[in-house]
């Protein structure tokens, strides 16, 4: 069965975002720190349609990330940074649903990327992502928000820290609120480089998912 997973940067304070973060801010003062990792990785460069980058175990890292992903849930903050710094070949390459509010027809972009706005909560963007996955895992994509809704629901099976060697001093934490009763996790694994330690746990639940 297809798992749901998370994938994100982490400062060591913490955030997964800096302070001040809005669509000509994006990530918020600083938060650009936190994927320096991933800037230099071939694969990145790829999905950006430009050249250059790394070929390296980083550049693994990101490559796996992207090809066990056949869908993926945003929220809306995080879609709307986004749409203004993404470039048309959108990175995702695969349907994306954005949780909001507000009803919006399907803005289809080139490269494979659709963007679904799905209005009536999170398990109906993550249904439809599983239906739309192709048997593939599902990637939870942020903001911490949404993040979060998705573990205080049970609803994440795994997830990845890039734990980044700077300190944002607010923003957007990852875990705050959660409480040890809402999530519990073993490590699977462990590597690093010079611009990140990457950390790996299984989420654990009563029963099998």
Do not use: C
Request: aromatic share 10%; charged share 20%.
């Amino acid at each position: 069965m297809s798992k749901v997973f998370f994938d994100v940067a982490v400062s060591l304070d913490g955030y997964i975002a800096g302070p001040h973060a809005h669509p000509h801010n994006p990530l918020g003062d600083g938060g650009l720190g936190l994927h320096q990792w991933m800037f230099q990785t071939a694969t990145f460069h790829e999905r950006l349609g430009s050249g250059g980058g790394e070929r390296s175990p980083d550049d693994a890292l990101v490559r796996h990330v992207f090809e066990r992903a056949g869908a993926y849930v945003l929220g809306r903050r995080m879609f709307d940074e986004g749409e203004v710094g993404w470039p048309e070949n959108a990175p995702f390459r695969a349907p994306v649903f954005v949780l909001t509010h507000t009803a919006r027809e399907p803005w289809v972009r080139p490269g494979g990327t659709t963007f679904y706005f799905v209005t009536d909560g999170i398990d109906s963007a993550l249904a439809q992502a599983r239906a739309a996955a192709g048997g593939k895992d599902v990637r939870i994509s942020g903001g911490a928000n949404t993040i979060r809704q998705y573990l205080a629901a049970g609803l994440i099976d795994e997830f990845t820290l890039h734990l980044a060697p700077v300190l944002l001093g607010g923003g957007a934490r990852l875990f705050e609120p959660l409480t040890p009763e809402q999530l519990r996790v073993e490590q699977t694994a462990v590597s690093h480089s010079p611009l990140a330690t990457h950390l790996s746990y299984r989420v654990i639940t009563d029963t099998p998912r």
